[in-house]
C-alpha cells in the first residue's frame, strides 16, 4: 500500500531546496520500490497570499490524512508587518499543535568533510553525530498560569510556569530509547534536577524508563554541564534527551557546532511516529530564487522521514550514502564552498544525489 506524503514548499528558498528533495523520492519511486503518494499544499506567506491564512484549512486536512509531511520553510519580510496570528509562522506551530508533534528530532552531524567549517577545531567536531530529543509541546513554554500581574506596590511581575507530567516525560523518554537503540545505544538525560522539583521528577521518571532498555545505559547530565560539555567534547554524546526549554537552545549550540545551517535536518514526531520533516533553516530570503541555496539539510529530511515514520531504514542509508558520495566528490554549495571544492547550484547538488543513488 502506498504512503502519503504531504510536500509543504512554503516560502523563499522553500521551493526550490523541495524541488530536489522530490527529484530523490522520484528516483527512490521509480527505480527502489518507493510506494508513495506526493500531494501538495500552501503553508506559511504564500498560504496567507492564497487563502487570507497560513494554515489554510484545506493544508490541515491533507496534513490530517497524510503518513508524513515535508516541509520546506516559511518566512519573508513582506509578511513581517502582519498581525502575529497569521504570520508565516504561526502555520507552522499550528501543524506542530494540531498534530501533536511532542517529540522534535534534531541531529547536529558534521561530515569529515566538511569539520573546516566548524568554529571548533576539527579534531573535537569532526565525525560528530548526535541526535536531541527535544520535548515540543509542553514545559515553561505552555505551562499555566502565566503573564504579568502588578503587585500591590505597583511593580509588574512576570511568571511562566515549568510543569511536566509523568506521561509527558514518559512518552518522550520513550522515544529517546527507542531511537538509541537504532544507533549507539546511550541516552544523556539533561535536567536542573539540583534546583528545579519539576526536573527532579523528569530524573526520576527517565530512570523508571531505562529499566524497560536495558540494551541502552542512561546517564543524567545538569543542562549547564552539558551546554559545557558539547562545546568541550561534544563528540561523548550519542542521544540526549530534554525539556522543551533546555532543548531549545542546546539543539541550536549543537547545530553550530556544525557551522553549516545548510545541512542539518529535523523531525516533529507525534505518539505514532508519523511527522513533519523540514530543514533546521528558515527561508533565506536574501538569497531565494537565485538557485544557490543548500538542498541538503532538506534531502537529509526526507532520509529521516523514510528512517523514522515510513520504516524504510535501507532507503534512508542510500540518501545518506549519496550525500557522502557527492561530498567525496567535492561538490558544494556557495555555503559550504571552500578552496578546491567544485561550486554547485542546488539544482546540480540535486542532480548529484539523485546521480549517486
Ligand atoms: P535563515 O535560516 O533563513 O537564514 C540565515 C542565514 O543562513 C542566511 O544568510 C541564509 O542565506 C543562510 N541559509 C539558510 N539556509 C540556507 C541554505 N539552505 N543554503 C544556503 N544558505 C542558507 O534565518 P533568518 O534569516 O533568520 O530568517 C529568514 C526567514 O525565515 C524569517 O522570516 C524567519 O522567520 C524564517 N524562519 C523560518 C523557519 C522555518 O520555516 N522553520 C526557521 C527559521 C526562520
Same mark, same amino acid.
Given at each position: 500500500m502506498s504512503q502519503k506524503i504531504l510536500v509543504l514548499p512554503g516560502d523563499g528558498i522553500g521551493p526550490e531546496i523541495v524541488a530536489e528533495a522530490v527529484k530523490v523520492l522520484q528516483r527512490l519511486q521509480a527505480d527502489f520500490g518507493l510506494q508513495i503518494e506526493l500531494e501538495y499544499g500552501l503553508v506559511g506567506g504564500s498560504a496567507y497570499d492564497q487563502h487570507g491564512s497560513p494554515l489554510p484549512q484545506d493544508t490541515l486536512d491533507k496534513a490530517k490524512a497524510a503518513d508524513a509531511i515535508l516541509l520546506g520553510a516559511v518566512g519573508a519580510p513582506q509578511y513581517e508587518h502582519l498581525d502575529i496570528a497569521v504570520r508565516p509562522e504561526k502555520g507552522l506551530l499550528g501543524l506542530r499543535s494540531e498534530l501533536q508533534l511532542f517529540a522534535n528530532l534534531? @541531529?547536529?552531524?558534521? =561530515?569529515?568533510?566538511?569539520?573546516?567549517? /566548524? /568554529?571548533? %577545531?576539527?579534531?573535537?567536531?569532526?565525525?560528530?553525530?548526535?541526535?536531541? $530529543? *527535544?520535548?515540543?509541546?509542553?514545559?515553561? =513554554?505552555?505551562?499555566? @498560569? *502565566?503573564? $504579568?500581574?502588578?503587585? +500591590? #506596590?505597583? +511593580?509588574?511581575?512576570g511568571f511562566n510556569t515549568l510543569i511536566y507530567s509523568e506521561s509527558e516525560v514518559e512518552r518522550i523518554g520513550r522515544v529517546a530509547f527507542d531511537i538509541?537503540?537504532?544507533?549507539? %545505544?546511550? !541516552?544523556?538525560? !539533561?535536567d536542573k534536577a539540583n534546583v528545579l522539583e519539576c526536573t527532579e521528577l523528569w530524573r526520576e521518571v527517565m530512570s523508571k524508563v531505562a529499566k524497560d532498555y536495558p540494551d541502552v545505559e542512561l546517564s543524567h547530565m545538569y543542562v549547564d554541564n552539558a551546554a559545557m560539555q558539547l562545546v568541550k567534547a561534544p563528540k561523548q554524546f550519542d542521544v540526549i534527551v530534554t525539556t #522543551?526549554?533546555?532543548?531549545?537552545?542546546? /539543539?541550536?549550540?549543537?547545530?553550530?557546532?556544525?557551522?553549516?545551517?545548510?545541512?542539518?535536518?529535523?523531525?516533529?514526531?507525534?505518539? #505514532?511516529?508519523?511527522?513533519? =520533516?523540514?530543514?533546521?533553516?528558515?527561508?533565506?530570503?536574501?538569497?531565494?530564487?537565485?538557485?544557490i541555496a543548500n538542498p541538503l539539510a532538506t534531502l537529509l529530511s526526507v532520509s529521516m522521514m523514510l528512517r523514522y515514520s515510513l520504516n524504510h531504514a535501507a532507503m534512508a542509508d542510500k540518501i545518506d550514502q549519496a550525500v557522502t558520495a557527492v561530498l567525496d566528490q567535492g561538490l558544494r554549495t556557495a555555503d559550504i564552498h571552500s578552496a578546491n571544492t567544485e561550486k554547485v547550484s542546488t539544482a546540480q547538488m540535486g542532480d548529484a544525489v539523485v546521480a549517486a543513488l
Amino acid at each position: 500500500m502506498s504512503q502519503k506524503i504531504l510536500v509543504l514548499p512554503g516560502d523563499g528558498i522553500g521551493p526550490e531546496i523541495v524541488a530536489e528533495a522530490v527529484k530523490v523520492l522520484q528516483r527512490l519511486q521509480a527505480d527502489f520500490g518507493l510506494q508513495i503518494e506526493l500531494e501538495y499544499g500552501l503553508v506559511g506567506g504564500s498560504a496567507y497570499d492564497q487563502h487570507g491564512s497560513p494554515l489554510p484549512q484545506d493544508t490541515l486536512d491533507k496534513a490530517k490524512a497524510a503518513d508524513a509531511i515535508l516541509l520546506g520553510a516559511v518566512g519573508a519580510p513582506q509578511y513581517e508587518h502582519l498581525d502575529i496570528a497569521v504570520r508565516p509562522e504561526k502555520g507552522l506551530l499550528g501543524l506542530r499543535s494540531e498534530l501533536q508533534l511532542f517529540a522534535n528530532l534534531r @541531529p547536529a552531524m558534521l =561530515y569529515p568533510q566538511l569539520a573546516a567549517a /566548524s /568554529s571548533l %577545531k576539527p579534531e573535537i567536531v569532526s565525525g560528530l553525530d548526535i541526535m536531541i $530529543v *527535544r520535548e515540543l509541546t509542553g514545559g515553561i =513554554y505552555f505551562g499555566q @498560569p *502565566r503573564g $504579568v500581574r502588578i503587585l +500591590e #506596590n505597583g +511593580e509588574r511581575q512576570g511568571f511562566n510556569t515549568l510543569i511536566y507530567s509523568e506521561s509527558e516525560v514518559e512518552r518522550i523518554g520513550r522515544v529517546a530509547f527507542d531511537i538509541a537503540r537504532k544507533r549507539g %545505544k546511550r !541516552v544523556c538525560s !539533561v535536567d536542573k534536577a539540583n534546583v528545579l522539583e519539576c526536573t527532579e521528577l523528569w530524573r526520576e521518571v527517565m530512570s523508571k524508563v531505562a529499566k524497560d532498555y536495558p540494551d541502552v545505559e542512561l546517564s543524567h547530565m545538569y543542562v549547564d554541564n552539558a551546554a559545557m560539555q558539547l562545546v568541550k567534547a561534544p563528540k561523548q554524546f550519542d542521544v540526549i534527551v530534554t525539556t #522543551n526549554m533546555f532543548g531549545d537552545i542546546l /539543539s541550536d549550540a549543537a547545530a553550530m557546532l556544525t557551522g553549516s545551517i545548510g545541512m542539518l535536518p529535523s523531525a516533529s514526531l507525534d505518539a #505514532n511516529a508519523k511527522g513533519m =520533516y523540514e530543514p533546521i533553516h528558515g527561508s533565506a530570503p536574501d538569497i531565494a530564487g537565485q538557485g544557490i541555496a543548500n538542498p541538503l539539510a532538506t534531502l537529509l529530511s526526507v532520509s529521516m522521514m523514510l528512517r523514522y515514520s515510513l520504516n524504510h531504514a535501507a532507503m534512508a542509508d542510500k540518501i545518506d550514502q549519496a550525500v557522502t558520495a557527492v561530498l567525496d566528490q567535492g561538490l558544494r554549495t556557495a555555503d559550504i564552498h571552500s578552496a578546491n571544492t567544485e561550486k554547485v547550484s542546488t539544482a546540480q547538488m540535486g542532480d548529484a544525489v539523485v546521480a549517486a543513488l
